[in-house]
């Protein structure tokens, strides 16, 4: 299995997994995906109010004494559910296939990141509408953001090396808070579709979607982006 080398010589370009945990027994994870599984589906058919403890220990079918011991309460099990998804995308673009994945060239990737980031975000607005109301400026300290942040400047490096890599990717990243997403398809009203289509534009306006240069279509033939197998 390929995975990206991080950039060790580049300050905050660091690539922290969010929420690593030490390893589980195989029951203990099985019971573990069981629950988040339910939880997860809760929220999608019936939104984050109706998720209670015992609600999630009736649709995974396990106890919820086993429920509580393992989450404590449901804003852990909420954070469990953001955490899960995050993994996913973060599997995705540090070793996943193309167009995300490092066999892709980086103005491909970051194109594909940006757009599985909107997606990601609109998917979960409401509960990440929820951590952002709580603590605005959290975001930027939990190790999700970190890892975009390091991700998004180290392709930035790549297509535009004379770019400020490490003020453009906060800035390449602000507006993908449940709070902007909200208003763009809630306020005007736009598709996740036309939301995609403005993102190509707004790389393409600040000269990172690699057309006239050639890295759209070249290798990655750094360190950085480099695959090796695991």
């Not at 429920?67 to 909420?78: A, S």
């Not at 995300?100 to 980086?106: I, V």
């Not at 951590?131 to 959290?138: C, L």
């Not at 736009?190 to 759209?216: K, N, Q, V, W, Y």
Request: some cysteine.
């Amino acid at each position: 299995m390929s995975r990206e080398i991080p950039a060790p010589a580049s300050p905050g370009l660091g690539l922290p997994l969010a929420g690593e945990a030490p390893p589980e027994r195989a029951d203990a994870a099985r019971n573990r995906r069981k629950i988040v599984c339910a939880a997860a589906r809760i929220v999608r058919e019936q939104g984050p109010d109706a998720l209670t403890m015992n609600a999630v220990a009736h649709a995974s079918g396990i106890g919820v004494g086993t429920v509580y011991r393992r989450f404590g309460d449901v804003g852990q099990l909420l954070v469990a559910l953001l955490d899960e998804r995050e993994r996913q995308l973060q599997e995705a673009f540090l070793s996943g296939p193309p167009p995300l994945g490092p066999d892709a060239p980086p103005a491909v990737r970051l194109r594909a990141f940006l757009h599985a980031l909107a997606d990601r975000v609109l998917e979960q607005r409401e509960l990440m509408y929820a951590a952002e109301a709580a603590s605005p400026e959290g975001r930027y300290r939990g190790a999700p953001y970190i890892t975009q942040h390091a991700h998004t400047a180290m392709l930035i490096k790549h297509i535009k090396p004379e770019a400020d890599a490490v003020v453009l990717a906060d800035l390449l990243l602000a507006p993908f808070v449940p709070s902007m997403l909200c208003h763009l398809t809630q306020g005007r009203g736009a598709t996740p579709e036309r939301i995609r289509a403005s993102i190509d534009e707004l790389l393409g306006m600040s000269g990172l979607d690699g057309a006239g240069d050639g890295r759209a279509d070249a290798d990655t033939p750094t360190e950085q982006s480099r695959t090796e197998e695991g």
